[in-house]
């Protein structure tokens, strides 16, 4: 079983909407975690880290729960320039982090 | 700055021969990774370096060798390579502060296919 988990998708949505990925992860010990953005073929991006009290960038909203052990990403009014794919990533510990297998979003006209 | 650096880009190799991929950061950290990714599968990490001297092994170690002699130089080497081991390739570099894990900053990647 993955330490950390996505729905690979592809989410299809509309330009304009709202969408949301959840990620679980499974070691209890982590402490940092990460969206990441990767287009087609290009190295990951630093898309936000998410933090306990939860973070907002612009449309991009990040939010952490522990009891759960989830992280979620909401993305208001999508753009054609959000397709991509999204990774998550928690880091449980020698600061060694692990990657989700990404979940694939595209906006569309 | 020029961030992470790889270096080659692009490189074909016939099964059996070896190559080294070079992975250089500027920005002075003491983590360095190596990563591959495959599709469907995510990147998974081959060997990691938490600092000058020091490599350790990841998810997927086998048929792969790593040295860090300098700060801001992690090799990747196949020592006889597979097709198995066709892929993309990612370095990266991260840094602690203040006992918390940052972001890491990745490399434009190599893409390497093994005939």
């Known amino acids: 079983r993955k330490e950390v988990e996505q729905d690979p998708g592809p989410f299809n949505v509309p330009e304009g909407a709202t969408v949301a990925f959840n990620c679980t992860y499974s070691n209890s010990a982590s402490q940092s975690f990460f969206w990441y953005r990767q287009d087609c073929r290009k190295e990951p991006k630093l898309l936000m880290s998410?933090?306990?009290s939860g973070n907002e960038d612009g449309r991009f909203t990040a939010q952490l729960n522990r009891a759960s052990q989830y992280i979620s990403l909401l993305i208001r009014d999508s753009k054609l320039s959000d397709s991509a794919t999204y990774l998550c990533v928690a880091e449980g510990g020698s600061y060694i982090p692990t990657f989700g297998r990404g979940t694939s979003l595209i906006v569309h006209p | 700055n020029a961030g992470v650096t790889q270096t080659p880009k692009f490189r074909v190799l016939k099964t059996g021969q070896s190559m080294t991929l070079l992975c250089a950061q500027d920005m002075n950290h003491e983590y360095m990774y190596w990563y591959r990714q495959d599709p469907g599968m995510g990147l998974r990490l081959i060997h990691y370096?938490?600092?000058?001297?020091?490599?350790a092994k990841g998810e997927v170690p086998d048929g792969y060798n790593v040295s860090r002699l300098k700060k801001q130089n992690f090799l990747l080497g196949l020592e006889s390579a597979a097709p198995s081991q066709t892929s993309v390739y990612f370095c990266?570099?991260?840094?602690?502060?203040?006992?918390?894990?940052?972001?890491?900053?990745f490399g434009p990647g190599t893409r390497l296919t093994v005939l």
């Open positions: 990266a570099s991260s840094y602690v502060e203040e006992g918390s894990f940052n972001e890491q900053f």
């Open positions: 998410v933090y306990s």
């Open positions: 370096s938490v600092g000058e001297g020091t490599t």
